[in-house]
T-cell receptor, first 112, second 116 residues
């Protein structure tokens, strides 16, 4: 089965700084990858997804992620962090059975 | 914008009691899912449901769990005899049903289950 690993359970950046959240995947078939965000006391909201079209995927709120097969990575980036970006971010892979396998999550803190 | 809703937002129960968690998926969606997230841990898949039957389930989804779509709008998760370790946030999700792995799943806000 496919799986994802998120490196860093907690990332802290200053407002305006680059955001980089790391995700590596393991898959025996071409993966379909997702990033979800969870704001406090809310459900999971889709940020973006990779489905084997363009390797650079643009999502909502200025986030993007690049699929790199050679590195088995799908890192999430945003050029300039805002206070409202503080949340938990989950990388996920769609299993061949169409269920989602999530990473452990990365909590993003944005300092003023 | 249509969204998945879940009730209640927080459920407290005694160990050994039955609980039913309720979800209303997005109306034209065909696939439904339950996930859980134990505090501080990752989101884990429990079960997927399509065409009025379970399509996949994880090893977590044992005989204590069952799902049902009783009336064409609700999607429920029942835990027959709750254990302390069932305490978690339970998320419902639905997807349109293009039946491939690229289908986006839309998540509800979750029900926090506390078993005492």
């Amino acid at each position: 089965a496919q799986s994802v690993t998120q490196l860093g359970s907690h990332v802290s950046v200053s407002e305006g700084a680059l955001v980089l959240l790391r995700c590596n995947y393991s898959s025996s078939v071409p993966p379909y990858l997702f990033w979800y965000v969870q704001y406090p006391n809310q459900g999971l909201q889709l940020l973006l997804k990779y489905t084997s079209a363009a390797t650079l995927v643009k999502g909502i709120n200025g986030f993007e992620a690049e699929f790199k097969k050679s590195e088995t990575s799908f890192h999430l980036t945003k050029p300039s962090a805002h206070m409202r970006d503080a949340a938990e971010y989950f990388c996920a892979v769609s299993n061949y059975n169409n269920d989602m396998r999530f990473g452990a999550g990365t909590r993003l803190t944005v300092k003023p | 914008e249509p969204e998945v809703t879940q009730t209640p937002s927080h459920q407290v129960t005694q160990m050994g009691q039955e609980v039913i968690l309720r979800c209303v998926p997005i109306s034209n969606h065909l696939y439904f899912y339950w996930y859980r997230q134990i505090l501080g841990q990752k989101v884990e898949f429990l079960v997927s449901f399509y065409n009025n039957e379970i399509s996949e389930k994880s090893e977590i989804f044992d005989d204590q769990f069952s799902v049902e779509r009783p009336d064409g709008s609700n999607f429920t998760l029942k835990i027959r005899s709750t254990k302390l370790e069932d305490s978690a946030m339970y998320f419902c999700a639905s997807s349109p049903g293009t039946s491939d792995r690229t289908d986006t799943q839309y998540f509800g806000p979750g029900t926090r289950l506390t078993v005492l």
